[in-house]
């Protein structure tokens, strides 16, 4: 999967002249987080919720409270935005845009084809298109974990169990837990106690999971 495949492709940007208070209330507006900065659609920089508020002058200052509102009404973005901006492509894969926003602890990178912002890809965009179809959260039906069953043969014993009873799997998945091999299960079914049983007969220990998510 690519970043084009998930990205946000109507991004909210501003010009270097904005002014601070003016992004604030943009990002408060769209609920948004961070605002990319272009020059006639190049990306210049980009300022975050958190680089306003580490601009606003602090209670502590000198300043009275007219000569706060005075110098933060001047305040434009070009003065407090990062102009080192990590940035992908729509061709990056989902996996390496991931790995790049982990290991410069960010949560959205800009995404940039022929220098000029076509989208952005937000913590959010990876969580509810990707991870939320993956474990199925929000969908109906109980998820069981099946101790012992995360092996090959394991998986295949269990699935084989599922099938004759007729009922769909919706998502699977093993956990990487040191020295433990389980399988967890979402079935397509609010009544698991016959499945499990029958899985339990096969030799493996099985637990309803808690599936209100």
Same mark, same amino acid.
């Given at each position: ?16 002249? %904005? ?9 408060? +507006? ?9 020059? &006639? ?5 980009? @300022? ?7 601009? +606003? ?6 300043? &009275? ?7 933060? +009404?001047?305040? /434009? ?9 990590? /940035? ?20 959205? #990178? ?12 937000? %913590? ?10 993956? #474990? ?8 069981? #974990? ?24 919706? %998502? ?6 040191? &020295?433990?091999?389980?399988?967890? #299960?979402?079935?397509? %079914? ?15 220990? @099985?637990?309803?999971?808690?599936? +209100?998510?």
């Amino acid at each position: 999967m690519l970043v084009r495949d998930i990205m946000t492709h109507d991004v909210i940007t501003i010009t270097e002249d %904005t002014y601070v208070l003016d992004a604030e209330k943009i990002m408060d +507006s769209h609920k948004i987080g961070r605002l990319p900065i272009v020059d &006639n659609g190049r990306l210049v920089g980009i @300022v975050t919720k958190d680089d306003v508020l580490k601009a +606003s002058p602090s209670s502590a200052t000198s300043y &009275n409270q007219r000569q706060l509102f005075y110098l933060m +009404s001047k305040l /434009t973005v070009k003065e407090i935005m990062k102009k080192k901006v990590i /940035t992908v492509t729509p061709d990056t894969t989902i996996e390496k845009a991931v790995n790049i926003a982990q290991k410069h602890r960010i949560g959205s #990178l800009p995404v940039v084809e022929d220098d000029r912002v076509v989208g952005i890809l937000t %913590t959010n965009d990876v969580f509810y298109k990707i991870l939320n179809p993956l #474990l199925g959260i929000g969908e109906t039906g109980k998820r069981i #974990l099946i101790s012992g069953a995360g092996t090959c043969e394991g998986f295949h014993k269990v699935i084989d169990l599922v099938m004759k009873a007729g009922l769909k799997v919706k %998502t699977f998945w093993i956990p990487k837990e040191p &020295n433990k091999k389980d399988l967890i #299960l979402h079935l397509d %079914t609010e009544d698991t106690s016959s499945i499990m049983a029958d899985i339990e007969k096969a030799g493996f220990k @099985v637990d309803l999971r808690d599936s +209100s998510i």
